[in-house]
């Protein structure tokens, strides 16, 4: 993942960063929001590390892929729901096939059942 996803969703990612490194606290990095130099330095202090090993830490947490619980983040859903349209095939009705489904009209009661 790159650093410009991270700083767009830095409140989605605070969580995560906090389960991979457990001395950060919530509010001090909700105050750096999303300035890589600041987090490297806050994360050199907060776990005891050289900056130069903290910067090697991010480095290689960004190699990995966007959290799951971050990319489902409520605050991305707009971007979800637009991003899953480029899936649908031009001129297909995504509705088309709600029939299969069954209908929404409730359904009389089986005779001799109460519930």
Same mark, same amino acid.
């Given at each position: 993942?790159?650093?410009?996803?991270?700083?767009?969703?830095?409140?989605?990612?605070?969580?995560?960063?906090?389960?991979?490194?457990?001395?950060?606290?919530?509010?001090?990095?909700?105050?750096?929001?999303?300035? %890589?130099?600041?987090?490297?330095?806050?994360?050199?202090?907060?776990?005891?590390?050289?900056?130069?090993?903290?910067? %090697?830490?991010?480095?290689?947490?960004?190699?990995?892929? @966007?959290?799951?619980?971050?990319?489902?983040?409520?605050?991305?859903?707009?971007?979800?729901?637009?991003?899953?349209?480029?899936?649908?095939? @031009?001129?297909?009705?995504?509705?088309?096939?709600?029939?299969?489904?069954?209908?929404?009209?409730?359904?009389? %009661?089986?005779?001799?059942?109460?519930?």
């Amino acid at each position: 993942m790159q650093w410009t996803a991270v700083k767009s969703n830095w409140p989605a990612f605070v969580e995560a960063i906090m389960q991979r490194w457990p001395a950060t606290q919530e509010n001090d990095l909700l105050a750096l929001d999303g300035d %890589r130099e600041r987090f490297v330095t806050h994360l050199a202090e907060a776990e005891g590390l050289a900056r130069p090993e903290a910067d %090697r830490q991010v480095a290689e947490w960004l190699q990995g892929a @966007v959290p799951a619980d971050v990319a489902m983040d409520e605050t991305r859903d707009s971007e979800n729901i637009r991003a899953s349209a480029a899936h649908i095939p @031009v001129g297909e009705d995504v509705y088309s096939d709600d029939k299969d489904f069954g209908s929404e009209t409730p359904q009389p %009661r089986p005779i001799g059942r109460d519930s």
